[in-house]
């Protein structure tokens, strides 16, 4: 399959009536699937309310059946069409977080969607995207998309065009590239249809930020507990992974150095993932800066390409540094965890 590349400058008024859009809704109506930007990673859109269509989504990822996408739309009335009752405090974190990145779920109306999309739950995950060529496209085509990170399964998630080309290209219609997306880890997502709502992924949105709107909110205990199921079926696959052996260290610059040496002694090519700061600390075959340590939103925004940055290297075992869980250190030890499926080594 030709997949098209479709170049828009998201900055520009009326992005809704560009020739790009038109062409890449066009492919949407028809049921093809498209990725475009988010503000927190790439997407691969497609109808909502076609079975035809979703599983193009999956087949095209590899995406296991039993997980469910996200139904995105560019305005809230829209929800209307396939949600049961939209509770107050779903309402509450609508007018304060949307657009934006954060993923509500609510009870669904049977026959409004695709099953497919929902694999089969009586409930939806729903987003409102602060982008706006996401929210031009899905306003030119018309539809709720249905839209997972537009990577291939187990990869990490793309942030720009070029790392949904790497994956995707020839197994998609097309691409709107709107450049690189700001966010740079997923949605939060959010289970409302619970008396006190449950975060089931950490994300763009943090536990801090919900709770001074809609008060007390739990966290899914599987996030913290790997013999448990998590909530969120996507939860329970390992993400994001490097090639070689990714071990997070919670210790010093130095003491990571060491380990760094111990392995270099025994004839390995060692990589490290640290941030700006610490740089030019260690001696390593590879070492890569993922933003700042001091400002952990760059440290998001950098993430994914820092893996797959990693991913084009050829190396033996990779060491990272941790970071505090507050704030959107929360997503980013989630996905870093995701990534090395290996104990942290506590130094
Ligand atoms: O930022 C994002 O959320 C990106 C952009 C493209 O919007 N999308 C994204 O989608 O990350 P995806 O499919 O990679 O992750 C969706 C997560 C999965 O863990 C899935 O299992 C969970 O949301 N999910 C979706 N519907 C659900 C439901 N009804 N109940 C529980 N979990 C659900
Ligand atoms: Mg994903």
Redesign the pocket.
């Known amino acids: 399959m030709e997949t098209k590349m479709w170049t828009v400058d998201k900055n520009v008024d009326n992005l809704k009536t560009y020739p790009q859009i038109i062409e890449a809704a066009r492919k949407l109506r028809s049921n093809e699937v498209v990725a475009f930007p988010?503000e927190?990673?790439?997407?691969l859109g497609g109808n909502a309310k076609s079975d035809d269509a979703v599983l193009k989504i999956f087949e095209a990822k590899g995406r296991p059946g039993d997980?469910?996408?996200?139904v995105?739309i560019s305005d809230r009335e829209q929800v209307h069409s396939f949600i049961k009752a939209v509770p107050e405090k779903a309402k509450s974190l609508m007018d304060a977080f949307w657009p934006g990145?954060l993923?509500i779920?609510l009870e669904q109306k049977s026959g409004a969607l695709s099953e497919k999309a929902?694999a089969g739950?009586q409930?939806?995950?729903v987003?409102m995207?602060d982008h706006p060529v996401a929210l031009a496209l899905i306003e030119a085509s018309g539809l709720p998309l249905a839209?997972?990170?537009?990577n291939l399964s187990g990869k990490p998630?793309p942030t720009t065009a070029a790392h949904v080309a790497d994956d995707l290209t020839g197994r998609i219609a097309g691409i709107v590239d709107g450049g690189a997306t700001g966010v740079g880890v997923?949605?939060t997502?959010i289970?409302c249809t619970a008396e006190v709502p449950v975060i089931?992924?950490p994300?763009?949105v943090t536990r801090e930020q919900l709770e001074e709107v809609i008060g007390e909110v739990s966290v899914d205990p599987a996030l913290k507990d790997a013999d448990q199921a998590p909530?969120?079926?996507?939860?329970k696959y390992r993400h994001y992974a490097p090639n070689a052996p990714f071990y997070l260290v919670n210790g010093t610059s130095a003491q990571i150095q060491q380990l760094v040496q111990e392995k270099r002694n025994e004839g390995l090519k060692v990589g490290v993932m640290t941030t700006l700061e610490n740089k030019d600390f260690y001696d390593a075959n590879v070492v890569i800066a993922c933003g700042e340590r001091s400002k952990l939103e760059t440290v998001a925004g950098a993430l994914y390409d820092t893996l797959r940055a990693f991913n084009r290297e050829d190396l033996d075992i990779i060491y990272g540094e941790v970071f505090p869980e507050h704030g959107v250190g929360q997503a980013v030890m989630n996905r870093l965890s995701k990534a090395s499926g290996l104990p942290i080594i506590d130094k």
């Open positions: 988010t927190t990673v790439y997407g997980n469910p996408l996200i995105h990145p993923t779920i929902t739950l409930t939806v995950a987003r995207p839209a997972p990170s537009a998630s997923e949605s997502v289970d089931l992924r994300g763009g909530k969120a079926p996507g939860m």
